[in-house]
């Protein structure tokens, strides 16, 4: 035997015991579990509503939010507060214009929807690169949509109207505050969407019984402000220094959706510009991780 098959037999032996080594059980080691911010982030919004078929113009209950976790270990999400801003997405009436109240605040983000994951924060725990789903209706909405939300995480249940669906299985979330319809739609022509992670009860009413709450901008995990289009940026709801920019889809009912940015090695892009951060996508819900 030569010197050198020798050694390559020698050095065979050792990545066999290497492997060996490798396949005992790991030590177990504390799990670490990470509160949301700078964890999750927004990963899909799908707002604009379905392409009409099947005999209907005007088809959103087929709407969902995917958020994820981005980091390398679980994420305790229960409480997550997921809401709309208020607020026009542009000129829609000949007479809309822009500001008003609730807008372009340094200091603090508006809802008018507040909903709340169930349960304490370690009740509900995100695996890294998992995401959750959450529908407007946890229902497969054929035939008006190919969105199927039958498997969502969660859905939004609205009680008071008597007009809204709730799927036995679909957990609802919570509502903390609500000034919409028979379900939460966010608007189809752009909304702004907040996720935040704070004690719900010191959410503060920022006017009346049908006015938004507030949050202090500390409380934010991440946000997404679309606008009707590209010529609405004076609509613009929030402060430059919580979201610089905005995204927008090609129109209302196009089936579109906005989808967040990855870099080359396929992470989300997180650069708080909406407008860098998301672009027009075809809706997946759940299928984010490629
Ligand atoms: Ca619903
Ligand atoms: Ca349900
Ligand atoms: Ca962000």
Redesign the pocket.
Known sequence: MSKSKALIIFLATLVNACAVESDAEPPDLPVVLLMPKGNILIEEVYYSGAVPTAGIDRYYSDQFIEVMNVADAPVKVGGLIIGDAPGISGEINFSDTPGGPYVNDPDYVYLSTAWRIPGEPEDVLLEPGESLVIAQD?ATHNPYSPVNLLNADF?T?VDEFGADF???????LENLWYTGGADWLVTVFGPTIIVLSMDGDKLEQAGGEYDPVRAPVSAVVDTMEALKDGQSGDYKRLHDSVDSGFVHVSGTYTGESVRRVRDDSGQLVDTDDSGADFEVSVPNPGLSVD
């Open positions: 946890a859905e249940y709730d799927d036995a299985i679909v957990p609802n």
